[in-house]
């Protein structure tokens, strides 16, 4: 009786660790791990909430991915409202040339909020982010018992609440939650947003070169569209591998936003450098490069509201961007929230442009402003 139970409990570990190699494969290395595998545009509009067709659509009918889909519906929609809409009309309206351009989209200490960067940069060809969190794995999620896929889908959304409520991430509690079960890391959360954002899911693959990372080629407009992110610390000069990476792929577009002020100091001073060097135009709220350090060539114009920050944001408080909204008139308003303050009447933004950059074609060039001095 004795040799009966030992041989069924070895027989029910084995099963075990057969299902944890099956879930630490991940969809990045093979697209597809079954002829019977869903399709990885199915996997991302799944975790997103989305319908789907295939071998994951039975999955859809448990009351925990019905709540997710509801969740995840209601809190789409608000974005909707709130912030997709009133940004691209903004754009449409102060930025047009940004907006329609396919130049390459920057967007450093971003984390996987691609998001952002597809409301202000919809068009770019390649699409450049890079953060501290790993890229994380989604397996085959019709391998995934019930119980499991439930407690992913959950972990999901706590770590999307706070960028669906507000405008960023609270990476603490990101951290936290991408750690948790099978369904981890920001790849799931770059899953969400394309597929919320209407692009179909083409391929996906792991990258070590200029860093570890992953990349991610999609479709939804005129032509295939590139995402990559890279997982990398910011800190040190701009001639790391990964800046002379991007330097390759710019001039580009350049969005800074939630950067917990870090390139307010020199730990900092090579990306800051390498934004300034490789950018058209720089899209940011007060945390990214301050005011005083953009230099002659630049043009710096101030939307919404400078609201001082308090706690441990208080010491990057900038007199000379104050100033700017002391004066009367004042930068014009927002429409939409923008940074750290969450309220859309404590929005602020700074559209700096400069006058040339020798690399562009004439034809391209933006027409001379006045610059500040």
Not at 21 to 43: C, F, I, K, M
Not at 208 to 213: D, L, N, Q
Not at 325 to 334: F, N, R, T, V
Request: overall charge neutral; glycine content about 8%.
């Amino acid at each position: 009786m004795k040799c009966r139970i030992l041989m069924a409990l070895l027989l029910i570990s084995a099963s075990y660790a057969g299902l944890a190699q099956t879930v630490g494969v991940s969809q990045t290395v093979s697209p597809s791990l079954s002829q019977n595998a869903a399709t990885l545009d199915e996997t991302a509009r799944f975790l997103a909430g989305m319908p789907v067709t295939g071998v994951l659509e039975p999955l859809t009918h448990d009351p925990a991915w019905q709540e997710h889909a509801q969740a995840m519906n209601e809190a789409w929609k608000r974005k909707e409202q709130q912030q997709i809409w009133p940004i691209r009309q903004w754009m449409q309206a102060n930025a047009p040339q940004y907006h329609r351009s396919n130049d390459t989209a920057f967007y450093m200490f971003s984390g996987p909020d691609f998001l952002y960067a597809s409301i202000f940069f919809p068009l770019s060809s390649n699409y450049i982010l890079a953060g501290l969190e790993p890229v994380g794995n989604v397996p085959d999620l019709t391998q995934l018992p019930p119980e499991m896929l439930r407690a992913d889908l959950l972990s999901l959304r706590s770590s999307m609440n706070s960028i669906l409520r507000f405008q960023y991430f609270i990476t603490k509690e990101m951290r936290a939650d991408l750690g948790r079960g099978n369904v981890g890391g920001t790849l799931p959360i770059l899953y969400v947003f394309l597929a919320r954002l209407g692009y179909t899911v083409n391929d996906v693959t792991r990258v070590t070169s200029p860093a570890e990372g992953v990349k991610i080629t999609f479709t939804g407009g005129e032509q295939p569209q590139t995402l990559y992110y890279f997982k990398t610390d910011l800190a040190g000069g701009a001639n790391s591998a990964f800046l002379r990476w991007c330097a390759a792929r710019g001039p580009g577009l350049s969005l800074i936003k939630a950067a917990s002020f870090l390139m307010h100091g020199d730990g900092f001073s090579g990306v800051r450098n390498f934004l300034l060097q490789n950018s058209r135009v720089i899209i940011q709220d007060d945390s990214g490069i301050p005011l005083r350090m953009f230099p002659k060539g630049w043009k710096v114009n101030c939307y919404g509201r400078y609201v001082a920050h308090h706690e441990e944001f208080e010491k990057y408080h900038q007199p000379d961007l104050a100033a700017v909204y002391e004066q009367s008139p004042p930068p014009p308003a927002l429409s939409f929230a923008f940074g750290y303050h969450w309220q859309k009447e404590d929005g602020l933004l700074m559209l700096a442009t400069r006058e040339a950059l020798p690399a562009l074609p004439a034809e391209e060039q933006p027409q001379k402003t006045s610059v500040r001095r």
